[in-house]
């Protein structure tokens, strides 16, 4: 079942800080974040796992909250490159790795 | 970098005709996925592979789509016969899933037209 983002869409200018939600009605095994800008594909950003609640490189972070089946992308002082759509993929569990996309978040960055 | 390879880039084709599209995985990724992504329906996962094994292919079209893997550096989607509905772009990805920070890498992804 798809994960549900939140919000669709925002705009910030440079240096503002961001948050990106995404929920699942299942339990999850796993959360990953992608980036994608346009005409690109996906990159990945990072994964966090059952028992595991918050990750972080540079300026974006994220966290896994189980007992809500909710994660959230954090992403501050966002610089120009942080412009794209994300997307949150999720694994329900170690049996079942399929990778189900959220319907993503266009994030865009003004001067 | 390695990178998940994808041929052809860009593809148009007539209604009803065969389509196949290549993906190379990054050598020693033991888990490959094909996605279809469109502006209405996002990221739509069609079939997933791990060790050359099927693994679910439930959200492939059976009659028309079929996703092979005949050896560990080639991973096939197939569409026959094409419809106007499956212009898309088509990606694959790869990745080992029991690393915990190494994620999926996606390839390029092909551009699938259908007139």
């Known amino acids: 079942q798809q994960p549900v983002q939140s919000p669709q869409a925002v705009i910030l200018r440079e240096g503002e800080d961001a948050v990106i939600n995404c929920s699942s009605s299942k339990a999850l095994y796993s959360v990953h974040w992608y980036r994608q800008k346009h005409g690109e594909a996906p990159v990945f950003l990072m994964i966090?796992?059952?028992?595991?609640e918050q990750k972080g490189h540079d300026k974006i972070s994220a966290s896994f909250n189980e007992k809500k089946q909710q994660s959230s992308l954090y992403l501050t002082a966002s610089q120009l490159s942080y412009s794209g759509t994300y997307f949150c993929?999720?694994?329900?569990?170690?049996?079942?790795?399929?990778?189900?996309f959220g319907t993503g978040t266009r994030l865009t960055i003004i001067p | 970098d390695a990178r998940v390879t994808q041929t052809p880039r860009h593809k148009v084709t007539e209604m009803g005709q065969e389509v196949t599209m290549r993906c190379q995985p990054i050598l020693g990724h033991n888990t490959v996925f094909w996605y279809r992504q469109t502006m209405m329906q996002g990221l739509e996962l069609l079939a997933y592979?791990?060790?050359?094994?099927?693994?679910?292919d439930s959200g492939m079209p059976k009659d028309r789509f079929s996703a092979e893997m005949p050896d560990a550096t080639l991973a096939t989607l197939k569409i026959q016969p094409s419809e106007p509905r499956d212009s898309a772009v088509y990606f694959c990805a790869s990745g080992l899933w029991d690393r915990e920070d190494y994620g999926y890498t996606f390839g390029s992804g092909t551009r699938l037209t259908v007139v």
């Open positions: 993929g999720t694994e329900i569990d170690i049996g079942n790795e399929k990778l189900t």
């Open positions: 966090l796992l059952k028992g595991g």
């Open positions: 592979f791990r060790n050359r094994a099927p693994l679910d």
